[in-house]
């Protein structure tokens, strides 16, 4: 199933590339700026730190990212 779903992500942004440069020029100002953003916005909420600070409380059954690189090295 994660093949497929990988798959069809790529083919999906394949896809896109026509799209997009058919499109007015603002369009993709516009999904640039979304996807820039909403990245930089996923980040941060995975930081210990800024989820502190922005009051966010861990799930119990997320996991601490912090500890899973550590146990990877």
Not at 19 to 33: D, H
């Amino acid at each position: 199933m994660e093949k497929k779903v990988a798959v069809t992500m790529y083919l999906l942004s394949i896809a896109m590339v026509p799209l997009a440069a058919i499109q007015p020029s603002c369009i993709s100002l516009y999904w640039l700026t979304s996807a820039v953003f909403s990245s930089v916005q996923n980040l941060g909420f995975a930081v210990p730190s800024v989820r502190r600070f922005l009051g966010i409380p861990q799930h119990a059954a997320e996991p601490d990212i912090h500890r899973l690189f550590k146990a990877r090295s």
